[in-house]
Antibody, heavy 119, light 107 residues
Framework: EVQLLESGGGLVQPGGSLRLSCAASGFTFSSYVMSWVRQAPGKGLEWVSTIDAGGGSTYYPDPMKGRFTISRDNSNNTLYLQMNSLRAEDTAMYYC????????????WGQGTMVTVSS | EIVLTQSPGTLSLSPGERATLSCRASQSISSSYLAWYQQKPGQAPRLLIYGASSRATGIPDRFSGSGSGTDFTLTINGLEPEDFAVYYCQHYGSSYTFGQGTKLEIK
């Protein structure tokens, strides 16, 4: 079964850091582009970051540039998101998602991990 | 940056009816990179349609997508109780963007 399982969320103070992980199984992880997408409570979906299959290229929208770092370990089938200088507006459910290059959509999603930034 | 605007914000229908959801882009986009997702409360989104009109694996044929240029439509024929959810469109251009969502609720 194709599966993504996120972990690492929790409560963090403003200005703090957190590293999220996403364990992949049931498919050849090293062959796929992977992404993070977040959803603030009661709000819509927002793209956070994308990394190519080999890990050599990463992409971010402007609000995340310089604060968030996406990476992957293909030997352990794991995706990461390092988040620094966290703000209250980063409070959200964070989903990892598989993003096949052909149609640039997100075809498999994890169940999400909640990040709360609050003092 | 391309903006996707979904309408209506909320759609109230009864089981068995047809739902028509709209996604309008601020400029012409490639239909190859237009997708639709369904999200139920407490769950992750699920891919329904990719490439504007291709159903994802396991998606019932009552779901269909169409459109080109700036106007795209998700149609659900014969609404089932499990179809009442929030629906998002998404596009990839130089980055990934989502519409704000349409809530499909039971009338």
């Amino acid at each position: 079964e194709v599966q993504l399982l996120e972990s690492g969320g929790g409560l963090v103070q403003p200005g703090g850091s957190l590293r999220l992980s996403c364990a992949a199984s049931g498919f050849t992880f090293s062959s796929y582009v992977m992404s993070w997408v977040r959803q603030a409570p009661g709000k819509g979906l927002e793209w956070v970051s994308t990394i190519d299959a080999g890990g050599g290229s990463t992409y971010y929208p402007d609000p995340m540039k310089g604060r968030f770092t996406i990476s992957r370990d293909n030997s352990n089938n794991t995706l990461y998101l390092q988040m620094n200088s966290l703000r209250a507006e980063d409070t959200a459910m964070y989903y990892c998602a598989r993003a096949p290059r052909l149609y640039r959509s997100f075809d498999i999603w994890g169940q999400g991990t909640m990040v709360t930034v609050s003092s | 940056e391309i903006v996707l605007t979904q309408s209506p914000g909320t759609l109230s229908l009864s089981p068995g009816e047809r739902a028509t959801l709209s996604c309008r882009a601020s400029q012409s986009i490639s239909s190859s990179y237009l997708a639709w997702y369904q999200q139920k409360p407490g769950q992750a989104p699920r891919l329904l349609i990719y490439g504007a009109s291709s159903r994802a694996t396991g998606i019932p044929d009552r779901f269909s997508g169409s459109g080109s240029g700036t106007d795209f439509t998700l149609t659900i024929n014969g609404l089932e109780p499990e179809d009442f959810a929030v629906y998002y469109c998404q596009h990839y251009g130089s980055s990934y963007t989502f519409g704000q969502g349409t809530k499909l609720e039971i009338k």
